[in-house]
């Protein structure tokens, strides 16, 4: 398992975490939720205390990774 913090403006917004079985959640921090000041990562990913569930990388997530030869750095 993998854990990353996810930010915002410099201000974490919660947790990503690669399971165990290839899948992804992704939990907002409850100081970045009870923050009216702060949005929503991503228009896919709205505030909410519940935690967001996938089989695959989110897409939001999967668009910030490297491509190509500089994947491999």
Known sequence: MRTAKVYMNKIIAGMLTENNDGSFTFRYDEDY???PACSSISLTL???Q???RSKTLFPFFSNM???GVNRQV
């Open 33 to 35: 939720l009870s923050n």
């Open 50 to 52: 519940q935690e967001y």
């Open 46 to 48: 709205p505030k909410t």
């Open 65 to 67: 990774l490297s491509e």
